[in-house]
């Protein structure tokens, strides 16, 4: 059983068209970061997100952190086919020791 | 470039053998975490080092060790390897020390393991 339940698994969309991503757990969160990961390279940090309640802003994607610490999600606005990629929910537990990760979503943009 | 180094980039091995797999962190990281990344279980944590000592321990198994050197690099061992460790091996660095909460980890380009 997955820690962190990332939702959905697998996401092929239209150029243009807005998507969320799902990050959820029962456990709580010191910190919580979203990755982009292409085939055959590591997973590039996106965004770190530690107050409960946080959005922030890069550009077309939204992330947002819930008041309890314990899920997030990701909001893209006006998908490109840049976008496409593997997008991975961590979290960080006993303050930074372990990091865990979510299963990815698979997002494909389509133009 | 994330300024995390991994060798080998590529390793095809025979099943009950045993290889090193290689890191260097970002310059003046101190921790340094070891995942595996397969198809069917996505990213999974191993095992963390800060500083030269253990710190955290995750789905590492017992014919798996590792261990993080006073410059820092870290090598993790794979013995008496199995067809089902085929997978990709990362590594990542934090400047970050244990105990901070905003863990930020940084990823090396992977190393893929394939046992045949």
């Known amino acids: 059983t997955q820690l962190l339940e990332q939702s959905p698994q697998f996401l092929s969309i239209q150029e243009g068209e807005n998507l969320t991503v799902y990050c959820n757990s029962s456990?709580?969160?010191?910190?919580l970061q979203w990755y982009r990961q292409e085939p055959g390279e590591g997973p590039v940090l996106l965004v770190t997100?530690?107050?409960?309640?946080e959005v922030k802003k890069l550009k077309r994607l939204t992330f947002q952190f819930g008041d309890a610490r314990k899920d997030s999600s990701l909001h893209i606005t006006a998908a490109q086919p840049g976008d496409t990629g593997l997008y991975l929910c961590?979290?960080?537990?006993?303050?930074?020791?372990?990091?865990?990760f979510g299963a990815g979503t698979i997002l494909r943009v389509k133009s | 470039d994330s300024g995390v180094t991994q060798t080998p980039k590529h390793l095809i091995t025979a099943t009950g053998q045993r290889v090193t797999l290689r890191c260097s962190p970002r310059?003046?990281?101190?921790?340094v975490y070891w995942y595996q990344q397969s198809l069917d279980q996505g990213l999974q944590f191993l095992i963390q080092?800060?500083?030269?000592?253990?710190?955290a321990k995750g789905n590492i198994l017992e014919r798996f060790s590792a261990q993080q050197f006073p410059d820092l690099h870290s090598e993790l061992n794979l013995s008496s390897l199995e067809l089902g460790d085929s997978a990709l091996y990362f590594c990542?660095?934090?400047?970050?020390?244990?105990?901070?909460?905003?863990?930020?980890?940084?990823f090396g380009q992977g190393t893929r393991l394939t046992v045949v």
């Open positions: 080092y800060y500083n030269g000592e253990e710190r």
């Open positions: 990542a660095s934090s400047a970050l020390a244990p105990g901070t909460g905003g863990t930020e980890a940084f």
């Open positions: 961590a979290g960080a537990l006993e303050y930074g020791n372990k990091l865990v």
């Open positions: 456990s709580v969160f010191s910190s």
């Open positions: 997100v530690v107050t409960g309640g």
């Open positions: 310059s003046g990281d101190l921790s």
